[in-house]
Each structure stands twice: as structure tokens, then as C-alpha cells.
């Protein structure tokens, strides 16, 4: 990809990064505050959208 797009695709990336982790500690906070248990759907999907939106940041921080 050329300047200007390769620019405006990493800081997207890099967004929806944080976005997802910012997600996934919210469904972590508000199902641990609704008194939901460790293997409850909301702990296991925030922490898939922890993984993912860590994994996804460091391997957009490390290529650049």
C-alpha cells in the first residue's frame, strides 16, 4: 500500500485495538458487578475481546 492509505489502515487498526480492549473490560466489569461467575459468558467473552484486541495492537505496534 502506498503512503497516505498504509497510514489511515494502521491507525484504524490501532483504534479498533483499543476499542475492542476497552470492550472486553467493560463486559468483564459489568458481569463480575452482576454477580456473574468465573465460566459465565460475559467473563469469557471479555476476555476473547482482551486477547483479541491485545493480540491485534501488539502485532500493529511491532510491525511499525
Given at each position: ?9 494502521r ?17 468483564l ?7 456473574g ?10 476476555l ?6 491485545g ?8 510491525g511499525?
Open positions: 500500500m502506498p503512503g497516505p492509505e498504509r497510514n489511515v489502515y491507525s484504524s487498526t490501532r483504534t479498533l485495538s483499543a476499542v475492542m480492549l476497552l470492550l472486553g473490560v467493560a463486559m466489569i459489568s458481569t463480575l458487578a452482576r454477580g461467575g468465573v465460566l459465565s459468558i460475559g467473563v469469557i467473552m471479555g476473547l475481546f482482551l486477547a483479541a484486541g493480540g491485534r495492537l501488539y502485532v500493529s505496534l511491532k511499525s
